[in-house]
T-cell receptor, first 114, second 113 residues
Framework: DQQVKQNSPSLSVQEGRISILNCDYT??????FLWYKKYPAEGPTFLIS?????DKNEDGRFTVFLNKSAKHLSLHIVPSQPGDSAVYFC?????????????FGTGTKLQVIP | KAGVTQTPRYLIKTRGQQVTLSCSPI?????VSWYQQTPGQGLQFLFE???????NKGNFPGRFSGRQFSNSRSEMNVSTLELGDSALYLC????????????FGEGSRLTVL
């Protein structure tokens, strides 16, 4: 039972353009959502997060949008840079587990073409 | 500030053996979580420890166990290894339990032959 789904295993974008990574979830108890980035041979690193009481959070080139009614969130990267090429994991958690039982999606591999 | 340290980085075992993986969290972090990463499955939550107590547990068989010491260092053990246990095992730490913002180590790559 995949509670967090990333239906696009890969995405290619030209440098300077917008990258949009999508994620869907099924568990209504999730109240905190995160994106992690992972380079080969490294552990995932936290990128940006959003609480369920918000619908948008912005940090520099990265913006996360949350649509609770659709149980959908997306990560926008503008402008995309070659260094953004990595695997991006969508993740969700809930206060009931102390926010520590984090459920991850299967990841989307982003390639930014120079 | 030192990051999360996992040892060993790589190991090869045979079916039926057991393995112990170690994780040293970032100084001051008291929560340690373990995840299994396999191709196509993403990161699967194993368990979380805080103040030496298991607080959360994922859907893994009893062959997977863990513990946390008073200095917050953690170990996980897998007994009676199966071929399907081949994976990257990631440890993550966090200072508190108010967010899901985790700091990951580089992982221990386990190969079961």
């Amino acid at each position: 039972d995949q509670q967090v789904k990333q239906n696009s295993p890969s995405l290619s974008v030209q440098e300077g353009r917008i990258s949009i990574l999508n994620c869907d979830y099924t568990n209504s108890m999730f109240d905190y959502f995160l994106w992690y980035k992972k380079y080969p041979a490294e552990g995932p690193t936290f990128l940006i997060s959003i609480s369920s009481i918000k619908d948008k959070n912005e940090d520099g080139r990265f913006t996360v949008f949350l649509n609770k009614s659709a149980k959908h969130l997306s990560l926008h990267i503008v402008p995309s840079q070659p260094g953004d090429s990595a695997v991006y994991f969508c993740a969700a958690t809930e206060s009931g587990g102390g926010y520590q039982k984090v459920t991850f999606g299967t990841g989307t591999k982003l390639q930014v073409i120079p | 500030k030192a990051g999360v340290t996992q040892t060993p980085r790589y190991l090869i075992k045979t079916r039926g053996q057991q393995v112990t993986l170690s994780c040293s969290p970032i100084s001051g972090h008291r929560s340690v979580s373990w995840y299994q990463q396999t191709p196509g499955q993403g990161l699967q939550f194993l368990f979380e420890y805080f103040s030496e107590t298991q607080r959360n547990k994922g859907n893994f068989p009893g062959r997977f166990s863990g513990r946390q010491f008073s200095n917050s260092r953690s170990e996980m053990n897998v007994s009676t290894l199966e071929l399907g246990d081949s994976a990257l095992y990631l440890c993550a730490s966090s200072r508190d339990r108010n967010t899901g913002e985790l700091f990951f180590g580089e992982g221990s790559r386990l190969t079961v032959l």
